[in-house]
Each structure stands twice: as C-alpha cells, then as structure tokens.
C-alpha cells in the first residue's frame, strides 16, 4: 500500500508542470513531507464541459481517502486510501469514478516501511522507513481517482456542501522495490496524462504502469516520518550507513 508520501512543490509550480487550466484551491497547502491520510492533497484533474465552460484541468486540494458518492458518511474514507490495480475497474466503491473521474496526484516521493529481525518492547517487528522518489528528482505523477460526496449533515444553503475525496491506484512491486514493500503506487507517463485525465472518454488499465527500470530509487530515512505529527525536509534525508539495520535491503542496488 501507499500510506505516507511527500508533497513540497506549491500550487504555482504544479500548475505549470501538469498544464493546468485553473486554479481551484481555496487555501494554499502548505508544504508536506509526511502526507497521511485524510490530510487535503494537491491532484490534477479535468472536469467535463458544461454550458458555461468548455472542459478544463483544474488543480484542486483533495481529502485523501475517497468517500463514494453512495457513503452514509465520510469515515468510510479513513480506510479507502488505496484502490488495488487488479479490482479497480470492477470494485462498487471505484468503479464510477475509474469510469469518468480520474486525477494524478502529484509527489516528491513515498515512503515504505521494510520488517527488520529486531523487535519493538509488544513484540514486533520493529521497521525501517525507506522514502521512494524519481531518481531525476522530477516530480511522480501517481494514478488515482476522486469522487464528490454531499455531506447530509450541511444546509442546503451551506457554500461547501460537497467534499472532495481521492484514493491512490496500487500495484504490485517489482522484484528490486518488492524487497521492500510488495504494493507501489501506479504512475501514469506524461503522454499518457491526457489519455488519462479525459472524463469523457472510458480509462484503459494499459494507461498505468509501474515506473520504468532504474526510474526510481530508495534509500532508508529517519524512523522520525512514523508519526504523522512530524514533518519537514529532514524526514526524506537518507539515513547514514550506520544507522541502518544490517538485514535492511541494500538501497543502492535498488530502483525501479
């Protein structure tokens, strides 16, 4: 599964990166380097033409983890941040919105927690934290959908009356990255975004890929990014030699 990425580029840059139309954040995000869920997350998307508009990329703020549009309430999400590749196009809480409503969600990278042989004081397996990022430092597009829930609980003259939620695609890990976790986000290619974002038109699983070979790397990181109180760019520093477990996979002979 994906459970923590990080997110640092402001609004500004990423509408420049993905070619978007508008700008649909109320409030600026802040920078993020330990993304969980339920936070609100930048995603690119594109909304169908109406009367008023012609279709248009829009860059909005998300709540991760997606609320479907037939949820009683919005605590379904807390457990709906992942959509796995292999029931996506199938599963009732994805499939409408696999059909019509795609986004990518923009990252640094994300984080993978790897079982070592030592113990925590209950028993388990204590685990190292690696941070998985383009090796060129480039931004990685993850695939993934969003869905538009009406909150029962507001008026119907409230000004916000709908939440925003997205879920991240999944897959499984190659062997180098499988070392470590055995699920990884989908990426979609920048010549397949278009393709991908077009709610008018039905989605292709040959649209998602996992990265390309050598495309990624991962190095172990502070055990600091395990609680969601922590941030800053220090969570995604790479972990000095000694510091990491012996039994850890090398991270130098993996990449994606």
Known sequence: MCGRYASSRAAGELADEFGVDELRVDELLPADWNVAPTKEVYAVLERPPREDRPQERQLRALRWGLV???????????????????SVAEKPA??????????????????????????????????????IRPRDGGVLAMAGLYEIWRDPSKADDDPHPFLWSCTVITTDAPDDLGRIHDRMPLMVERERWAEWLDPTSGASLDLLVPAAPGRLEAYPVSTQVNSADNNGPELVEPLPAEGVPAEVPDPRGTDG
Request: net charge positive; glycine share 6%.
């Open 68 to 86: 479907p549009s037939w949820a009683k309430d919005r605590s379904i999400g807390n457990r709906m941040i992942n959509a796995r590749m292999e």
């Open 94 to 131: 994805y499939r409408k919105a696999f059909a019509s409503r795609r986004c990518l969600l923009p990252a640094d990278g994300y984080y993978e927690w790897y079982p070592t042989q030592q113990k925590t004081r209950s028993g388990k397996p204590l685990k190292q934290p690696f941070f």
